[in-house]
């Protein structure tokens, strides 16, 4: 970075006040987590393998659970391998297929909703972050118009530091609002896809009615903005 420009970055940090520093945090938190799951995003998308699943499925419509079993193995495909472990199952005493595949389908779903709590608690803790720079910026100039010895320049550094934080904070959570938003939908349709997989197979293998639906529950963020 130019070092003029460098400075004046610096600069402008400092005159946003204290509050400055967890803001800060905030923005470095929010770029690691969306290149980490942008970056996981990207792989699992190169491990999908629908002619595999094709396949799976073909064999297990013609009842041989063996040579479905044998197509699965290797596959690092999330449907594929939930199906894989629910047919490992098979024949167990005591064993629910149904069950296996609920297991299976929900490690598959806290893998994928990893860190989303964690963007979801910045997207809301960012603003309210910046209101609090917003306010401390205020009451120094307040402080300041107060005081004996008025000072212009102190009381606009107040306002200055009021806006910073204000504005840094809002940054930071539109910055990270439309890639959660983008990542709760990928898990949304990462759950689809193992709910329609897990009803086929419980259908083919299990015995089940048609019609009938497996349900799995994608992890909940413990807050819900109306923003999103």
């Keep these: 970075m130019n070092p003029m420009l460098a400075n004046i970055v610096f600069q402008f940090f400092i005159k946003g006040g204290p ?18 799951r942008s970056f996981w995003w ?5 491990k999908r ?3 595999k699943m094709e396949q799976l499925l073909a064999a297990l419509e013609n009842g041989d659970a063996a040579a479905a079993q044998k197509i699965s193995e290797g596959s690092d495909d999330p449907v594929i391998r939930m199906i894989r472990h629910g047919l490992a199952h098979i024949g167990h005493r005591h064993a629910s297929l149904l069950g296996a595949l609920q297991l299976a389908a929900g490690i598959e779903l806290k893998r994928a ?6 963007m979801d608690t910045l997207v809301t803790l960012a603003p309210l972050l910046g209101l609090l720079g917003t306010v401390t910026g205020l009451m120094r100039a307040f402080l300041n ?3 004996a010895e008025l000072s212009v320049t102190a009381v606009t550094g107040g306002i200055g530091e009021a806006l910073i934080a204000t504005a ?3 940054g930071i959570a539109i910055f990270a609002l439309v890639p959660f938003n983008y990542f709760s939908a ?3 349709q990462l759950q689809f896809d193992l709910e ?12 089940g009615k048609a019609g009938d639906t497996v349900h799995l529950h994608k992890p909940a963020s413990p807050s819900q903005s109306t923003s999103h």
């Design 42 to 46: 990207w792989r699992e998308s190169q």
């Design 19 to 36: 509050v400055m520093w967890p803001i800060l945090a905030s923005a470095v938190v929010a770029v690691a987590v969306i290149g980490e």
């Design 186 to 188: 990928k898990v949304t």
């Design 49 to 51: 393998n629908p002619q």
């Design 168 to 170: 840094c904070g809002l």
């Design 113 to 118: 909703g990893r860190f989303l709590t964690v």
């Design 196 to 207: 329609t997989a897990a009803t086929n197979v419980e259908v083919m293998v299990g015995g």
């Design 145 to 147: 118009i107060g005081s």
